[in-house]
């Protein structure tokens, strides 16, 4: 989980050509992740989603996040989740290379938008990174403050396997998605110290890019199978909500607002 986000750093230069890798904004250039979280010049968000199919998002995870971020962001415009182009496997034992993630994100990244608009981008996919190990499965990675990736036949298979036969099975799993894509969007927003500056120190010293306390989808194992395993938790307990930000991540989007 710590190798994701170290090669998600090495492209944080990257960006596309929807104008928002550093805009101007009355004289002063704003940001990718600061034209993310204002109003201007961006009032409208759209997040791309590109998915092999059969592991699409599910409906209640896409409307969870658009809403979500609706409330996070200063878009007065709206935000919009748009699924646009249907992918080709790789096969189901497939392992994607980080280096095949940047090509095949900057081949789909291509959805027309208005000029008032700001993208960012989502692969569902299928197959499994590269550097999962049998004790370590990697569930989304991101890069550029643009792309992010999600693993989601190896999200289903963790989830399946913790959740059991449980008859919150289908309810956790749906969490599960939800959690790790907020995680994966937390980081191209800039969350914790990726491009988005700290109203208050809260980073993990041992895991760049994460949020020090695990009540927060910002910690360093809910890139992985810990967030599946910190759900499980929660809906023995009762608890059926999905993982969100803490009160630092938040007050640093207000901050940067």
């Known amino acids: 989980m710590r190798f994701a986000f170290i090669l998600a750093l090495a492209a944080a230069a990257c960006g596309d050509d929807d104008g928002g890798g550093g ?13 993310y979280i204002r109003p201007a010049p961006y009032p409208k968000l759209v997040v791309e989603i590109d998915a092999i199919p059969g592991f699409t998002p599910r409906p209640a995870s896409s409307e969870a996040i658009r809403q979500e971020l609706g409330q996070l962001l200063g878009k007065p415009g709206g935000v919009t989740v748009m699924q646009a182009t249907g ?13 095949e993630l940047e090509a095949l ?11 008032d608009t700001i993208k960012m981008h989502v692969l569902f996919l299928d197959g499994h990174y590269y550097g999962d190990t049998a004790n370590q499965k990697i569930l989304g990675v991101a890069w550029g403050n643009t792309h992010l990736a999600m693993f989601k036949q190896t999200i289903e298979e963790t989830c399946a396997a913790a959740a059991g036969l449980n008859l919150f099975k289908e309810q956790m799993c749906q969490a599960a998605e ?12 800039g969350l914790v110290g990726n491009g988005l500056a700290m109203a208050a120190p809260h980073a993990d010293p041992a895991h760049a890019g ?4 695990d009540g927060c989808v910002m910690y360093w194992a809910y890139e992985g199978g810990g967030a599946v395993d910190a759900l499980l938790g929660r809906f023995l307990g009762g608890n059926q909500e999905a993982l969100g930000f803490d009160a630092a991540c938040l007050a640093d989007i207000d901050a940067a607002r």
């Open 23 to 35: 805009v101007p904004d009355g004289g002063v250039t704003l940001s990718r992740v600061q034209s």
């Open 87 to 99: 992918l080709t496997s790789r096969g189901a034992d497939h392992a994607w290379f980080f280096s």
């Open 105 to 115: 994100a900057d081949a789909t990244f291509d959805l027309a938008v208005d000029a």
């Open 178 to 189: 939800q959690s790790i894509w907020l995680h994966e969007l937390g980081h191209v927003i």
């Open 210 to 213: 994460h949020d020090a306390s």
